[in-house]
C-alpha cells in the first residue's frame, strides 16, 4: 500500500510497542521481531520513501509530537 501512494510517503515506528499488546513490560514485547518487521520494510518500499524509527511507544507523548512534526513537514513541502 504505501508503494502506490501518489504523494510523499513517511512511515513511523515506534521501537517500544506498537499496543498495549507488545508493550516493554509485556510478555509480547519483542524487539528482534519487531526489528525484522522493520528491515523487511524498508527492503520492500520505494527508496523515496521514508521509513524512521522513533524509540518510544506509541502511546507516548513523544510519539505523537513526532507525528505532528513529521506531518506538518509533509504538508509545507
Not at 519483542?30 to 520494510?41: C, S
Not at 520492500?44 to 505532528?68: G, H, M, S, W
Amino acid at each position: 500500500k504505501l508503494n502506490q501512494a501518489k504523494g510523499p510517503v513517511t512511515f513511523l515506528i515506534p521501537t517500544r510497542g506498537w499496543s498495549t499488546a507488545d508493550a516493554p513490560d509485556s510478555p509480547a514485547y519483542d524487539p528482534a521481531e519487531d526489528q525484522a518487521f522493520t528491515d523487511t520494510l524498508r527492503q520492500k518500499c520505494r527508496p523515496e520513501i521514508t521509513i524512521q524509527t522513533v524509540k518510544v511507544y506509541l502511546n507516548d507523548t513523544a510519539f505523537a509530537e513526532v507525528v505532528v512534526k513529521a506531518l506538518t513537514g509533509l504538508l509545507q513541502g
